[in-house]
């Protein structure tokens, strides 16, 4: 089992900045994937960034450039560091773990980006 507990969310203007933080805790193995989806109203949930224990990275091209995922293995913590945020921004965002087959998710964190 994991648990995950996601921080960091808020509103910011657009054009601002947001760091968001996944800590997770209980059984984390070394092939362990995690990273962040986001949903916004109305819309499916969609990838935002993964990355692996060994610290590959995978990004929707969208987000590129201006989105980072980045992994800190001994704090089984991943933490999502979001830039030149936009209004289409706005989403709960979610961090989940993937491992044996098996996706785990935190509670989500809402992003609000004002124009």
């Known amino acids: 089992q994991v648990q995950l507990v996601e921080s960091g969310g808020g509103l910011v203007q657009a054009g601002g900045s947001l760091r968001l933080s996944c800590a997770a805790s209980?059984?984390?193995?070394?092939?362990?994937?995690m990273g962040w989806y986001r949903q916004a109203p109305g819309k499916q949930r969609e990838l935002v960034a993964s990355?692996?224990?060994?610290?590959?990275?995978n990004y929707v091209d969208s987000m590129k450039g201006r989105f980072t995922i980045s992994r800190d293995n001994a704090k089984n913590t991943v933490y999502l560091q979001m830039n030149s945020l936009k209004p289409e921004d706005t989403a709960v965002y979610y961090c989940?773990?993937?491992?044996?087959?098996?996706?785990?998710w935190g509670q989500g964190t809402q992003v609000t980006v004002s124009s």
């Open positions: 989940y773990a993937h491992q044996f087959g098996v996706d785990y």
């Open positions: 209980g059984s984390i193995f070394s092939d362990t994937v």
């Open positions: 990355i692996t224990r060994r610290g590959m990275k």
